[in-house]
């Protein structure tokens, strides 16, 4: 696989866009369907925010027993009574998942999870989350 071009990135941008080539999201991504450049990229280059809307957030990709070829979280550093984001990507029953999970009910949520395991960021584990399966697999903050 060619690495992108990440040539007209810098500041925040070019730091998470090597942030994601470090841990392969453009190869699990690639796995699963998803057009990095345009579902990753596009966005973050198209994002007029003057700082990084994942600043307090750690990209990640969890090994899982089941789903292959892993799972992408954008995990919050941290969770407290404030509302919070987080998101994963991953393959499973033939189609491509972007969970957008919130610490809060909201409108549209279809489900809801809280557990306790070693598949998951630790900093989401033990907290009830609302969740839509997001056909759009672009980053949320960066839309």
Known sequence: MTSPDLSRFSGWKLALAH??????????LAAIGVDFEASLLAPLHASTATESPYK????????HPTIKPGVL??????VTEAPALWEEWFFVDEQMHHHELRNHPHDGEEEMW???????????????????NDGDPRPYLLR
Request: aromatic share 14%; charged share 25%; no cysteine.
């Open 19 to 28: 942030r994601w080539l470090e841990i392969g999201a453009d190869e699990l």
């Open 56 to 63: 307090e957030y750690e990209w990640v990709i969890f090994q």
């Open 73 to 78: 979280h954008a995990a919050p550093l941290s």
């Open 114 to 132: 809280k557990g306790h395991d070693d598949l998951h960021p630790a900093v989401v584990l033990d907290i009830q989350w609302h969740y839509i």
